[in-house]
């Protein structure tokens, strides 16, 4: 089994925990935060992931590092990764969850990425105008890439929306290259 499918799996239970007890939002800014710390970290993170760490050490040192500091629901999923050995689907775990999560408020992962900084209200602008384009409801996360010298790149699911200088100037060299042929 795919460990994105095995992600899915535990998200799609920690999402059912989180529901029945109305605390959705909470569970997700917890494993957010969960991953953050434990993956921004190389020394944590070599602890967590590592297999010469026993099990017990690692629930004792995550439970003592983050109770009180997250719920109940995502400190648990948390224990439950190490005593299945499955440290290394917490990331994935987050992502999924956050997707099941926005499915459920009937929402749609957009990312944005500019060549520049964009205030709110561009971004509100942008989102806005997809919106009324697709007839979905969309949340944005914005991304910088300098790289794209100007303009944007749009990603919503399984579709993308190049208009960036790069993507224009790669469109040029691949016809291009192709009349040369």
Request: avoid cysteine; hydrophobic fraction near 45%; proline fraction near 3%.
């Amino acid at each position: 089994m795919g460990s994105e499918t095995l992600a899915n799996r535990y998200a799609s239970a920690v999402f059912a925990l989180a529901a029945e007890s109305k605390q959705v939002e909470r569970v997700a800014d917890d494993l957010a935060m969960l991953e953050r710390t434990i993956n921004g970290d190389p020394t944590i993170r070599g602890f967590f992931v590592s297999p010469v760490v026993q099990r017990s050490e690692k629930e004792r040192a995550l439970h003592d590092a983050f109770n009180g500091r997250v719920g109940e629901i995502a400190l648990h999923t948390l224990l439950l990764l190490v005593r299945k050995r499955r440290e290394s689907l917490l990331g994935g775990l987050v992502t999924e969850y956050r997707k099941i999560a926005m499915a459920a408020r009937g929402v749609e992962p957009l990312t944005i990425t500019t060549a520049r900084e964009l205030g709110p209200a561009e971004v509100r602008a942008i989102v806005e105008r997809l919106e009324q384009t697709y007839g979905k409801k969309f949340e944005a996360r914005v991304k910088v890439d300098p790289a794209l010298i100007g303009g944007v790149r749009i990603a919503m699911g399984d579709r993308a929306i190049d208009g960036s200088v790069a993507g224009r100037l790669e469109e040029l060299t691949r016809t291009l290259m192709g009349a040369g042929s």
